[in-house]
């Protein structure tokens, strides 16, 4: 399965953006999709996850009642809706597929390439 993020860019504090995890070579909906991001020189933080069995989700404190995982499996896309955007929040964000849930790197198997959010005034 390749995995292709896109959505993301420059916004300002306050903002919203909606970052697109597209897959290929295999169905997203067999899969548990997470997102991870990362800021250089420290480690992947898993901010989200949808299960493929029942769509239930998952979020980090950082990021719960800002961000909204889905998944459109006609389109084998799931999306990551960001509102409220923090400084903080700036990072290089990825998609990942795997057996399951978690905030740990480990039952995910496939990974896209990131795409860079930057949050400035």
């Known amino acids: 399965v390749q995995l292709v993020e896109s959505g993301g860019g420059l916004v300002q504090p306050g903002g919203s953006l909606r970052l697109s995890c597209a897959a290929s070579?295999?169905?997203?909906?067999?899969?548990?999709i997470g997102w991870f991001r990362q800021v250089s020189g420290k480690e992947r933080e898993g901010i989200s996850c949808?299960?493929?069995?029942?769509?239930?989700?998952y979020y980090s404190g950082s990021v719960k009642g800002r961000f909204t995982i889905s998944r459109d499996n006609a389109k084998n896309t799931v999306y990551l809706e960001m509102n409220s955007l923090k400084v903080e929040d700036t990072a290089l964000y990825f998609c990942?597929?795997?057996?399951?849930?978690?905030?740990?790197?480990?039952?995910?198997?496939?990974w896209g390439q990131g795409t860079q959010v930057t949050v400035s005034p």
């Open positions: 990942t597929a795997g057996s399951g849930c978690s905030t740990y790197e480990f039952p995910y198997d496939y």
């Open positions: 070579g295999g169905t997203l909906d067999y899969y548990a």
């Open positions: 949808i299960r493929n069995n029942n769509n239930i989700t």
